[in-house]
């Protein structure tokens, strides 16, 4: 799905993962942003978020170029963030109150969810109400307790962070960084996410936080054209785009420049812009823009940008399928 861009740019529920990122640390009271660039396209994200104004935030860039870990990231800010600061990874969707990161006052704040698939992540031990150790992706089973990407820090991480090592896969750890605080005697404070989070890393998870995010924040919005069509409930219809002689049942959106021809779109779908579906049913679905589909049935699919698929001489019945950008596919 990345070969053209970042990741954090993928569109779920009708904007970018990075977009629900920015616009939940607004509705916080975030006003100032700085953006690290990875190696992956990252002209695309300057030109898709600008200088933040217009979505009521000031952002500024910091190019850190190869990755070289999530501490190092960090520590490129140095000279840029005053003594306290949030960050926020830029695929991660958090839906949790960040009152308590904002407001900390110990060295460093970290929010923590259980999981049942610890290894996938990094974790931390807590004992009688404090962080006493953390494990990026530990091997054994030392906790469920997993750190979900959201982090406060004050000054005195850089400190740590330029003690620190490239671990096993040539980066510098934020879990290594954390535990330097902890080694050093500093008190990291931490809150437990009650409520619904996710690491945007497989197609499963995208397909869920598309769900999700439609469910709670879908609306009804009219501004493209339906003609001899049923558009029913919370449905978005981008300017520009034509639902033709079609069935559109939310929560679902349509982006710009899209066209419905002859189609069903059912819930918990997202289709990207500049889209053409024609004698096509399609739920529970994330179409990237730019996607053709023709006689086809799907569910449960991702289609990344650019894709076209088509039915050919059989193909019958309904598909699930995951496919990369500028794929071409005969069912």
């Not at 960050?87 to 904002?102: A, E, F, K, R, T």
């Not at 639902?243 to 049942?249: A, E, G, K, L, T």
């Not at 918990?268 to 024609?278: A, M, P």
């Not at 049935?297 to 995951?322: A, F, P």
Request: hydrophobic share 40%; net charge neutral.
């Amino acid at each position: 799905m990345t070969h053209t861009g970042p990741k954090q740019l993928l569109k779920v529920a009708g904007k970018p993962v990075s977009r629900w990122v920015l616009d939940h640390l607004r509705r916080s009271g975030v006003e100032e942003v700085i953006m690290i660039l990875g190696d992956n396209f990252p002209s695309k994200v300057v030109d898709y978020y600008g200088d933040g104004s217009k979505f009521g935030v000031k952002v500024k860039y910091v190019y850190q170029g190869r990755a070289r870990g999530l501490a190092d990231a960090v520590y490129r800010v140095k000279d840029l963030v005053r003594d306290r600061f949030l960050v926020y990874l830029g695929d991660n969707i958090v839906l949790q109150d960040l009152s308590s990161l904002l407001s900390f006052r110990t060295s460093a704040w970290i929010l923590l969810s259980k999981v049942p698939n610890p290894s996938r992540f990094g974790v931390a031990v807590v004992r009688e109400g404090r962080v006493i150790k953390v494990v990026e992706k530990p091997k054994e089973p030392i906790s469920d307790l997993a750190l979900v990407g959201v982090y406060a820090f004050t000054q005195e991480v850089f400190e740590v962070i330029e003690g620190l090592r490239p671990s096993w896969r040539g980066e510098l750890e934020i879990t290594d960084a954390i535990q330097a605080l902890l080694d050093s005697g500093r008190e990291v404070g931490y809150s437990l996410v009650e409520g619904w989070w996710k690491d945007t890393g497989t197609p499963e998870d995208v397909l869920d936080a598309n769900m999700t995010l439609l469910d709670q924040y879908g609306e009804r919005k009219m501004e493209g054209i339906a003609e001899g069509s049923r558009v029913e409930g919370r449905v978005v219809v981008e300017r520009g785009a034509r639902v033709r002689n079609s069935v559109i049942r939310g929560p679902a959106v349509i982006g710009e420049g899209t066209v419905v021809d002859d189609s069903f779109v059912g819930p918990f779908t997202s289709i990207g812009d500049n889209c053409s579906l024609k004698r096509t049913e399609v739920e529970n679905s994330v179409i990237l823009d730019n996607v053709i589909l023709e006689g086809i049935s799907i569910t449960d699919s991702i289609l990344g940008q650019g894709c076209r698929v088509m039915r050919g001489g059989g193909g019958r019945g309904v598909h699930r399928l995951v496919l990369g950008e500028n794929s071409w596919l005969s069912l």
